[in-house]
Each structure stands twice: as C-alpha cells, then as structure tokens.
C-alpha cells in the first residue's frame, strides 16, 4: 500500500509548541476511526514530505489519534511507513545520542540520548500487525514519534535548563518571524492568542 501524496493532496498546518495537543497523549486508533485515519494519512505524508521531515505524528497536525508516519528516504527513495497504534516492546541498555530536532520546534536542535535499539509493534492501515526491530536513525525516530503520541517532545528529555533555553529561543524567533503561520486554531485567533500561544510555558 502507497501512501505518496500527489499535488493536489492538502498540505496540512503544522502545530508548534507550545500547545496543548502537543502535550496530550493521543487516542488510540479503533475501528470506527478507519475512514478518518485513510482521510488523514495521505495528508500527514504530503505534509512530512512537503515540510520537509523524515516523521510526523497526528498530533503536529492536531489530530489526537496514536497515528504516526515515516520515510527516511534510504538511498534518496521512498519508503513510507504508517504506523497506527505503535508502542515500544522492548528496548536495549546500551543508549545512543543522536542530534534530533522536530518539526513542531522548527530551526531547534539537540542531541538526545535514547536506547540504541528498540522492537516496536503496530499496526498498518489495514489493520494487520507487525513488528520492527530498529538500530540507528530508524530507532531514533520510532522513538521520537511515538513519545510525540505520548505527548512528549524531544526537549521533554533534556535538563529543565536547556529545554526552557530552546523553547525560549523558539519563542523569540517566532515572535520576531511571525510570517510563518502557526496552527491553523492560534492563527485564528487573532494576535492576542498568537502572543499567548508563542509565550506560553510548554
Ligand atoms: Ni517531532
């Protein structure tokens, strides 16, 4: 099953922190979510693709599903995965530090220590299991999208200090940059939100 996205596929707005979805842990998918999910994962790939990412997780779109997708693009090909219902099942002692960074913080940066190698299981979009052993980037990002379905960001795993020194530095820039729009429910709400939502605490 493909997932690539032609043009004509909408291109959805991408929520940055902080925000309240962003700190929520999704739902998880059941049957009576199909239709919106087969809605939803087309728009989450022209999205990734377009940003661009290699992840993305429902709630960047601020949909609270446990849905996420992926395509590191190995040997610049694409290779789109979608996850529903993903969860970590075992992981290994020996961690990995590995710079990360995040669509929903743009331009932000750090290096995040994780287990080096993880065993995930989920669901397809049609509703057959698997499981994936994963080592290297791969596991880095299982890792980062599935905590985004928990509700945690990759600054969630460093000291208080550094965290609060990006997402003020985030802030600052957003607040100095504000051309590029926010989620489509801040952008909404006038410049009063938008102050809020740009100075708010994560
Ligand atoms: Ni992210």
Same mark, same amino acid.
């Given at each position: 099953?493909?997932?690539? #996205?032609?043009? &004509? $596929? /909408?291109i959805l707005p991408i929520v940055i922190? =902080? #925000?309240?979805?962003?700190?929520?842990k999704t739902r998880r998918v059941g049957p009576a979510d199909a239709a919106a999910v087969g809605a939803l994962l087309p728009r989450m790939f022209a999205t990734m693709y377009h940003a661009p990412g290699i992840g993305l997780a429902a709630p960047?779109?601020?949909? @609270?599903? &446990?849905? $996420?997708?992926? *395509?590191?693009? =190995? @040997?610049d090909k694409p290779n789109p995965i979608a996850l529903i219902n993903p969860e970590i099942v075992a992981a290994s002692a020996e961690l990995a530090a590995r710079e990360e960074g995040c669509l929903s913080l743009p331009g932000q940066y750090a290096e995040v220590t994780r287990p %080096?190698?993880?065993?995930?299981?989920? /669901? @397809?979009?049609?509703?057959a299991r698997h499981e994936i052993e994963a080592e290297? +980037?791969? %596991? #880095?990002?299982?890792?980062? /999208?599935? *905590?985004h379905l928990n509700g945690i960001l990759f600054v969630d795993h460093l000291s208080a200090l550094k965290r609060n020194i990006i997402l003020r530095?985030? %802030?600052k820039e957003r607040r100095q940059n504000p051309a590029t729009? +926010?989620? &489509?429910?801040?952008? #909404?709400?006038?410049?009063?939100t938008r102050e809020k939502a740009l100075t708010g605490r994560v």
């Open positions: 099953m493909r997932f690539m #996205a032609d043009a &004509a $596929t /909408e922190a =902080p #925000a309240r979805i962003l700190k929520t960047q779109v601020g949909v @609270d599903l &446990a849905v $996420t997708v992926i *395509d590191l693009m =190995p @040997d %080096a190698r993880v065993k995930v299981r989920y /669901e @397809d979009p049609s509703g290297g +980037l791969l %596991a #880095a990002c299982l890792q980062h /999208e599935i *905590d530095r985030l %802030a729009p +926010l989620s &489509a429910g801040a952008s #909404a709400g006038g410049a009063g």
